[in-house]
C-alpha cells in the first residue's frame, strides 16, 4: 500500500468541501468520478445496464466547482494518483487503495458510491454504532476487482445493534471477502455479484441474537464459502448460484434458509456442519451436489432430549422437532428426485430418529428404536445380517443346551434353528429336508417344550429379520 493513495482517498472522503450533507457528498463523488472514468465504468457494464447505473448514482449532472479544486488540492498535497491502466477484459485492481487502514466509520461512509478497483484489505472499520453508519456499503457500484481480504467490521459496544449492510450493491467484477470478520448482522440482501465472489475463511457473526442475510441476491460467477463461520441465522432464500456453489468444511451455528434458491451448477456441502437442520423448501438443487461427509450430528442435538415428548413440551421444543421433521422429509424426497438412494436414506434416518423424539407413545418409541438396532431403518446391511445370523446361533445353542459339548448336538441344533427361522418353508416337518435335525435333538434328550417354545418364538421373529436383511439389500442396490 501507498500510504499517500490512502490519505488521498480519505482526504477526498472526509473533506467538507465535497458537500454540506451525505446526499451531496455523494453527488459530487460519484458526479466527478464518472466524468474521469467513464470510459473505463462502461466498458465494463452491459449496454442495457448503463441507463440504471446512471440512474441509480445520480451521474447526470455536474460536480459542484469546489470538488475539482479539492482533487487539485489533494494531488498537490500527496501526489498524482496513476490512472488506472487495465481496462476491459481485464478488471482494474488496486486503484482506491485503502488497505492496511482504520477507517471510522462515523466520518467515512460509502454507501451509494462509484468505487474504482477498492482494496480494503486489512482494514480496520470501527464506530458502526448506529443503523446510518452500518449502512456504509450500500447501494454502491463496485467496478474493478473489491478486495475486502483480512478486514474487520470491529464490534463496538455491547449495547449497540447495527447490521453491517451491503444491501443492493453491484460487484462488477471479483468480489474478496476471505478472512473477513463480520462481528454483527450482515446483509448482503439484493446484491448482484457479476463474477466470483469468495468468502473463504470468512467469520460471520459473535453472538446468535444477531443474523446474516442474502436473500435475493445473485451470484453469477463462482461462489465460495469454504471454511466460513456463519454463527446466526442465516437467509439465502430467492437467491441464484449460476456458476458453482463451494460450501465446504462451512459452519453453520444456527438456522439455515436455502428456500426458494436456485443453484444452477456444480454444489458442494463435504465436510460441512449444521448445527440446525437447514431448510431446502422449493429449492432447485444442481444434480451435482455434493453432501459426503456432512456433519448433522450437532443439528440432531439441537432438538433432542433425554425423555421424548414430555420433556419437549416442558422446554418448548416440539416446534423445534416439527420443523427438523419437514427438514429431513424434504431433502429426503430431494434426494429421491435426483436418484440419489444413499443421501435420500440418510435424510430418511435423520427424520425417524426426529418422529422418535415426537412421539408420545412408548410402543412406537420402542419399534422405532428396535428398527434402528437392528438394520438402521433398512440400510444397514451388515446390521441386519447380524441379527438374522445372531438369532440362529443363540437359538441354536439353546436347542442344543443338553449336551452342548457335543458338535453333533450343537450342529442339529443350529440345522433346526435355521429351519425354524424358515417355517414356511417347511424344513423341519415331517417331509421336510431338515426334519432329521428334530428327530435327533429329541433323542438327544432334549425338551419338547424347549423346542416348540424355541420353534414358535422363531417362526415369528426368523421372518422379519429375514426381511430386514432383504430390505437393505434392496435399498442399497435396487435400480432407479
Known amino acids: 500500500m501507498d500510504e499517500n493513495f490512502a490519505e488521498f482517498w480519505k482526504g477526498f472522503l472526509e473533506s467538507p468541501e465535497l458537500g454540506e450533507d451525505e446526499e451531496s457528498r455523494r453527488l459530487n463523488w460519484n458526479r466527478f468520478l464518472w466524468d474521469k472514468f467513464r470510459q473505463d465504468v462502461q466498458s465494463f457494464v452491459e449496454p442495457e445496464g448503463m441507463e440504471e447505473v446512471e440512474r441509480r448514482l445520480g451521474v447526470l449532472g455536474q460536480p459542484e466547482p469546489s470538488v475539482k479544486s479539492l482533487w487539485d488540492a489533494l494531488i498537490k498535497k500527496h501526489g498524482e494518483i496513476p490512472h488506472p491502466d487495465s481496462g476491459w477484459p481485464f478488471p482494474i485492481t488496486s486503484y482506491m487503495d485503502f488497505s492496511g487502514t482504520k477507517l471510522n466509520l462515523q466520518t467515512v461512509s460509502f454507501a451509494g458510491r462509484l468505487l474504482i478497483g477498492a482494496d480494503f484489505r486489512h482494514v480496520k472499520f470501527v464506530e458502526a454504532t448506529s443503523f446510518e453508519t452500518g449502512r456504509c456499503f450500500e447501494k454502491c457500484e463496485f467496478v474493478g476487482i473489491a478486495d475486502f481480504t483480512g478486514s474487520e467490521f470491529v464490534q463496538p459496544k455491547k449495547n449497540y445493534v447495527t447490521t453491517v449492510s451491503f444491501q443492493s450493491s453491484t460487484f462488477r467484477h471479483e468480489a474478496k471477502f476471505d478472512e473477513v470478520r463480520f462481528p454483527r448482522s450482515t446483509n448482503f440482501a439484493d446484491v448482484r455479484f457479476c463474477d466470483r465472489a469468495s468468502f473463504k475463511s470468512a467469520d460471520f457473526g459473535a453472538s446468535s441474537s444477531e443474523k446474516v442475510v442474502f436473500e435475493r441476491s445473485r451470484f453469477e460467477g463462482n461462489t465460495i464459502f469454504t471454511e466460513a463461520k456463519i454463527r446466526p441465522d442465516v437467509r439465502f432464500e430467492d437467491a441464484k448460484f449460476d456458476g458453482y456453489a463451494i460450501f465446504r468444511s462451512a459452519v453453520f451455528g444456527r438456522n439455515v434458509s436455502f428456500n426458494n434458491a436456485k443453484f444452477g451448477s456444480s454444489t458442494s456441502f463435504r465436510n460441512a456442519k449444521f448445527n440446525r437442520p437447514p431448510k431446502f423448501f422449493e429449492t432447485e438443487l444442481h444434480e451435482d451436489v455434493d453432501l459426503n461427509d456432512t456433519d448433522w450430528s450437532s443439528a440432531e442435538r439441537s432438538y433432542k432430549l433425554s425423555t421424548p415428548r414430555k420433556s419437549l413440551q416442558k422446554a418448548g421444543k416440539i416446534a423445534l422437532v416439527d420443523d427438523a421433521i419437514r427438514a429431513w422429509d424434504r431433502l429426503a424426497m430431494m434426494m429421491q428426485q435426483q436418484e440419489k438412494p444413499r443421501e435420500r436414506h440418510e435424510f430418511f434416518r435423520l427424520k425417524m430418529r426426529a418422529l422418535r423424539q415426537r412421539d408420545g407413545s412408548a410402543v412406537l418409541s420402542a419399534a422405532n428404536r428396535i428398527f434402528e438396532a437392528s438394520s438402521d431403518y433398512g440400510w444397514g446391511f451388515g446390521r ?92 442399497r442396490f435396487r435400480l432407479p
Open 384 to 475: 441386519a445380517l447380524l441379527c438374522w445370523a445372531g438369532q440362529i446361533i443363540l437359538m441354536g445353542f439353546a436347542l442344543a443346551h443338553s449336551d452342548v459339548n457335543c458338535w453333533r448336538v450343537v450342529w442339529n441344533g443350529l440345522v433346526l434353528s435355521f429351519a425354524n427361522s424358515h417355517a414356511i418353508l417347511g424344513l423341519s416337518s415331517k417331509d421336510g429336508h431338515l426334519h432329521f435335525a428334530r428327530t435327533a435333538l429329541t433323542t438327544a434328550d432334549t425338551e419338547k417344550w424347549v423346542l416348540d417354545a424355541v420353534g414358535a418364538v422363531q417362526s415369528v421373529l426368523g421372518p422379519i429379520l429375514l426381511f430386514l436383511v432383504l430390505l437393505t439389500l434392496r435399498n
